[in-house]
T-cell receptor, first 112, second 115 residues
């Protein structure tokens, strides 16, 4: 079945540091890939997505590239801010499952 | 503002109580979902509805009973819950199930505590 493996957290960075959160997946066919973010006390919000190989999703300075050859969708940001502190979830949706499969989430804390 | 609202935001109930969680989406979507989010566990999909019809029940105990009267509203009826059911219950919607590229939009969740 489909699965998503995410980098274990928590991750603690200083403001303006470079961020990478690794995400790899297993799926049949050609899934769509997503990054969701959950701020404290809130539900999940879509951060970015990519629907086919080599697509790059981007939003709010975050980027992730759909790499079919390595089955990866790593999240990156060049310079994090305190306001980026949240839990980040990698997810996929494949045509066969017709539902989102989530990774376990990575807690990011950015210190001033 | 995500377009998906949930009420109540917080709920404390005893094991013998009956309560309901409500979700409403204002996005014109046709698919709706219930998820359970427990501390230190991955998000668990509970139920899926597409055009008001239940398409998925991920082995959820019968003490959780969903209801979808129309494409905009989704309820989760709770009765005889256990303390381990304490969690954040998230509702989500998407345009429809057929296309996996359609993202899901989440509500803020209901924080449930079973005493």
């Amino acid at each position: 079945g489909d699965s998503v493996t995410q980098m274990e957290g928590p991750v603690t960075l200083s403001e303006e540091a470079f961020l990478t959160i690794n995400c790899t997946y297993t799926a049949t066919g050609y899934p769509s890939l997503f990054w969701y973010v959950q701020y404290p006390g809130e539900g999940l919000q879509l951060l970015l997505k990519a629907t086919k190989a080599d697509d790059k999703g981007s939003n709010k300075g975050f980027e992730a590239t759909y790499r079919k050859e390595t089955t990866s969708f790593h999240l990156e940001k060049g310079s994090v801010q305190v306001s980026d502190s949240a839990v980040y979830f990698c997810a996929l949706a494949s045509g066969s499952a017709r539902q989102l499969t989530f990774g376990s989430g990575t807690q990011l804390t950015v210190l001033p | 503002e995500t377009g998906v609202t949930q009420t109540p935001r917080h709920l404390v109930m005893g094991m013998t109580n009956k309560k309901s969680l409500k979700c409403e989406q204002h996005l014109g979507h046709n698919a709706m979902y219930w998820y359970k989010q427990s501390a230190k566990k991955p998000l668990e999909l509970m139920f899926v509805y597409n055009f008001k019809e239940q398409t998925e029940n991920n082995s959820v105990p019968s003490r959780f009973s969903p209801e979808c009267p129309n494409s905009s509203h989704l309820f989760l009826h709770l009765h005889t819950l256990q303390p381990e059911d304490s969690a954040l219950y998230l509702c989500a919607s998407s345009r429809e199930l057929a296309d996996p590229s359609y993202e899901q939009y989440f509500g803020p969740g209901t924080r449930l505590t079973v005493t």
